[in-house]
Each structure stands twice: as C-alpha cells, then as structure tokens.
C-alpha cells in the first residue's frame, strides 16, 4: 500500500474564480456539471449544467423523477459512473477537492472516507459473502489503520448507533440474514464508520415498508444532526423530502429547475414543474374529483427539446420558453426558479405569488 | 356462459346473476402455505392465512399492507394463478372451481390483473396492438374483431393505435406501458379488475394521470376495483372501501373515510402515522412503531401484530383476535382484542 497518511491534500485555494459567493464555507460545490453518456447509437444528455452549493451540515434534497438526472448527478459526486462511456464537465469540489481530477488513489481516499453513499437496494450494496462485521471492519481499518479488534469494537459501537437490536450479534451475520430495515441500517453504519464530511443517499428509504422507512429516516435526520454531515439526498418522495431536507432542489431533464428551502418551495413553488408535481402527488385529494396530473411524458434525453425541456408540459406556455434554456431568476432570498415567468430581479413574496 | 358481446357493456350487465345486492366476489378463508427448507427441515410461509372479506359490486376496494402480508399472493389466489390450500371463493353467487360452480377459466374471463411491472408483463416480441388483441381472440374472437377491440381499447386508455399499436414495449415509456397492460385487461370485457401495485413503479405525474384513467374506465366500463397498494396515499384517493393486511391475515376492514379518520386497529393506526408529513414544519418526531415486521415463517402465536404493538398483553399472545363479522359496505371491523368487551384485554371497549 502506498502512503497516504498525507490524506486530503488540498489543490489549493483555486475557489477564487467560483461564481459562488463566500466559496470557501461551502463543503460541495458543483459548477455548470453536465453529465453524457455517449453510445455508439446515441449520446444520453443525463445532467445538463447543473450548479448547486452544499453548506457543512446541511441536507440538500435533489428531487426528480425517473430520467432527471438526480442519482446521475449524486455518482458524479464520487466518480461513480463507468469512465469509458461517460463525459463529465464542469467542477465538483468537495472540501476544497478537485474530484474531477483526482486520480485512483485520490479516488479511493476519497471514498468512503471523506465522502460516503447509502443506496436504495441494501442487498445488492452490501456484500452477501462477508458479515456486516467484517465489511465494517474493512472499511475502518482501510481508512483509518489500527488493528482487527479495534476497528471490530468500533463497528460494534456503531451498530449500537443506528440502533440494530442485539447488535454484538449481528456483526456475525451475513447481509441476507438480515431484515430489509436492518440491513439498511448496516448499509448506514458503515457509510458513517469513517466520518464522512458528506454523506451521499440515493433513495435509501424507497425500498423499505412504510412503518420502516419512517424509522430509518428520523435516524438518518437524527444521525445527520449530531454529526454534522452535509448530506445530499436524492428522492423522487415529495414526502420523505419534505422530513429531511434544510434544502431542496428539483431537477427535470438534466436541470435543476427550482431551488430553495424546503418549506418554501413546497409552500409556494415558483416553476409549473415544481407546482404540477406537488398538485399530481396524491395527498388527500378529494376521491370524486380527477388529479391535476401533469401531461405527457418527460422529455426523451437523447433528444432534449430546444428552450425549457419541460415547454411541450407546461400548461403556461409561452412563445418564449422554446427560444432558450431560461436563466436561472432568483425573485426571492435563497429562492431560485428557471422560468421566464418568474420575475428576474428580487421582489418581494406577493408579487411572485401574483404572477406566477 | 359465452357473455363477450362486441358493444360496451351495458349497466344492466346480462352476466349479472344476483342483482346489485349480491356480492360480486365472497373469499372465506383462504389459506396458502408456501413450504420453504429451513435449518431444522421444513418449514412453512404462511403467506395467506384465513383471509375471508367480500367484494362488493361496482366498488373498489383497497388491500394495504407491508411486504410479505400476503396481499400478492391473496390476489392471485383470487385468480387462481396459485391454486389456494383451502377456502372457497363465490363470484356472483357460483363457486369457483366446484362442481356445478363457475370454472376457472369463466372466472378470468370476467377479472383480469394489471401487474406492478409494466415491462415483464408484456410480450417483448409482440406489437402492442396483438398483445391487447390476444385474450378477445383467445376467448373465440375472428382475428378481425380481435383487432378492432384492440384498436379501440387503445383509444380508451389514451394511446393512439396508428402511433402506438405497432410498438413494442420496449418503445414506450412506463406509463405507456402501464396503458397497454390496462387495455389488454379491459379487451376481454371484465367484471372485475384487479390492480396489483399497478402505478407503484410510475413517476408521480404519470401516477397521477394513470389514476385518472382508471377511474374514468371504471365508471365507463362498469367494473369492480381491487386496488391493492402500500401507497396509503393512493388507496385513500382510489377507494371506497380499505382492507389492511398484516403477516397473512386482515386486521381491519372498513370504509375508506372510517379506516382513515378512525382507524381501530394499531397497526392500521402506525401504518397511518408512518406516512410522512408533507409539511416540513410538523415532521414526524418518533416513529409510531419500531422494526420490522416479522417473517412470515412461523409468525407470533395469538396476535400477530403483538411483537410490534404498544398495547400487548398476555392475552394477545394466548388468542388470535377474530375480525368481527362484517354485513354491508358500511360495516367496520377489527382483529384486535381492544374491540372486544371481556376479551381480557385491559383496554378493551367498556373497560373503565
């Protein structure tokens, strides 16, 4: 093993031409990330200049639905899609990290360590032929050294973490011998046994029943607080967003399309995507009336519509909205809408409510 | 019993043998055991176990429950795509699979399914229109007759059969998917049609829009819904009347507005209380329940639901609670001791 106690070496203090403000208290930035997949057939345009920011301890939710690019995004975020058929650009920067070009070890370091992921599908995540045990205790000692029994005992101490019954057991089992809920809550322990700065979720609680996913996401809001990870969280759950995020951001085709605080996105949602999914979720709507569902289907990314990808949607539909991709327009503090409709300067919350 | 007549089916349905008032469909105590290999020999997947409830003509009724309740398998119990261990299922007063009752066959004719997985269930080799235009053909259609149904079934659910009838699934999106699998229940002419998380896999605003077609066949087609979901959300819009399922067995049936506003059953009561918030300032601070549910394999002997409930007591472990006996649609009924006076629960009803 080469050394690399020198660990999370910085590339130097290169934020300075970030277009973000106050750069440096940031723990992620992305800048204009664009994401292809190129086929001989086709070329996928999955992430389309996406730029977000993530504070330390902070919980930005990506929200979308199939096909918009928000689990692409989150992989790019650690280098996860295969190389070979994969075109990234723009910046990511994690602590201060390049990790665009970062190399293997880098890569490695990296993961895991700094910066950890929780998946939808525990039992495809974990390893079904080793125990938890052992697969915490591979992660621990690979980024943290120390021997077998004390990266053992520190696996048990975070098992008791996420609450796992009778967790001294446990650690002997195998993946498959454990509950959907459990084996979630293992998949958890060990992306937190390194403590990561940032915690990457994908879906994790889409897969668990009802009366499970309610526990494993007050733990994870629980776990995220006292740690103070920034996390980012990918759902396609208006629901399960509105529980964990400070944040939110919809994506549709690629883009994110609106931005802003949880309670005020949900509350007053600025772009027709935003308010067409919140009005077609189903939540105690009345039973004799139809849903207002959003038309059509979402965009085919091998082919994006000139403008605003969600124009052949969009009930409000202007001339306009085909002739570019709107700017992002920020009418409110900490609010961000791509939509020609949205006012471009700052005004105050009625006046957007009136005009969109 | 040939019924499949080529115009819409009238609301005075010919193959209509009790009248309104007769239940469409009656399931008395349905049992399948699946066997599994287990460390000490065999063992048993209870995976429906004692499951009586009726189905009522023209209405819909919601099954919910968590994975491994049992309410999949109930459903194609009810089809007989898994042949139960025991029980008797009446459709429209014949018994299915008895002599002198209604066959197997006849029952598919009038109840169809739409699957979770729009892909799976479709012929990867066949344009969609011949997959809609198969089961009116196999149920004795001319080749001609069996296209024009499929053509105008595909209309129905709001594809266009020139653009879209010569598809192949794997050209289409899945809410398209999901169309095709309704048109193809639908061309036979079905009484009764049963959803097995047919939009869980759909994105929200396609969910949304399958929703509404869905209500909008049934009042055209005249049909019976069993619309079986672990959306709580779903089931409360698509609903008149609910069944909540735990570990094989119904704990609590009701109408839609009973179970939702005055649920009886703790777990109908955690299952409600788990959905999330929607409202970032009122989230769920404690779960209503803690773990899993529990295998299906040798579940807790009296209650099933004991191991997770607040409110077990000894007697829960001795006795199984039976659901009350329900007579109409307007009955609501629960599997708890709670709602037994003298059960020896200390919570029971009457109790101080």
Redesign the interface.
Known sequence: MPEMDGGLQSTGSSATGSGLAAGSSNLVEVEDLSVRFVTREATVHAVNGVSFAVRPGEVLCILG??GSGKSVTLRALMQLLPPRRTRITGRIRVDGQDVLSLDRAGLRRLRGGLVSMIFQEPMTALDPVYTIGKQITETIVRHRGGSQASARARALDLLELVKI?SAAQRLDNYPHEL????RQRAMIAMALSCGPRLLLADEPTTAL???????V??LL?KLQKELGMGTIFVT?????A??I?DRIAVMYAGRIVEEGP??DV?ANPLHPYTQ??L???????P?DQ??????G??PDLRRLPTGCAFAPRCVQVMAECRAGVPEERRPLAGRMARCIRVPAGAVLADAVADRV | MNMISSAAPPLDDPRDRGGPAQPLLIARELRKHFKVKSDSGTAFVRAVDGVSFTLFKGETLGIVG??GCGKSTLARLLLHLVRPDSGELVFDGETVAEMRGITVNALRRQVQMVFQDSYSSLNPRMPVQDTVAFGPFVHGKSKAESKAVARSMLLQVGLNPDLFGSRYPHEL????KQRVNIARALAIEPRMVILDEAVSAL???????V??LL?ALKADFNLTYLFIS?????V???SDRVLVMYLGAVVELGP?DEIFSHPLHPYTR??LG????????Q???????????P?PIDPPSGCRFRTRCPFAEPVCEARIPELGAWTDRESHVAACHMQVADSGHSRAVGNA
Not at chain 1, 179 to 182: D, N, V
Not at chain 2, 203 to 209: N, Y
Not at chain 2, 230 to 234: A, I, P, R, T
Not at chain 2, 274 to 281: D, E, G, I, Q, V
């Open positions: 639905e199939s019954p509950s959907g809920g459990l029943d009802a009366t499970v996913q309610i526990q996401l007050i809001r396609h759950d208006l629901g399960v509105s529980e995020a949880v309670a949900l067409g999914l009005a077609s979720t189903v939540h105690g709507q039973r139809d849903i207002n569902a959003i038309p289907s979402p | 968590e994975s999106s899945g809410g398209q994105d929200k605003s396609v969910e949304a829009q929703l509404n209500r672990h959306d709580l959300n779903v409360q819009y698509i839609v955690a299952l788990s959905r999330p918030s929607m409202n970032p300032k989230r769920i601070e404690e779960p209503p329940i803690t773990g899993d549910p295998s």
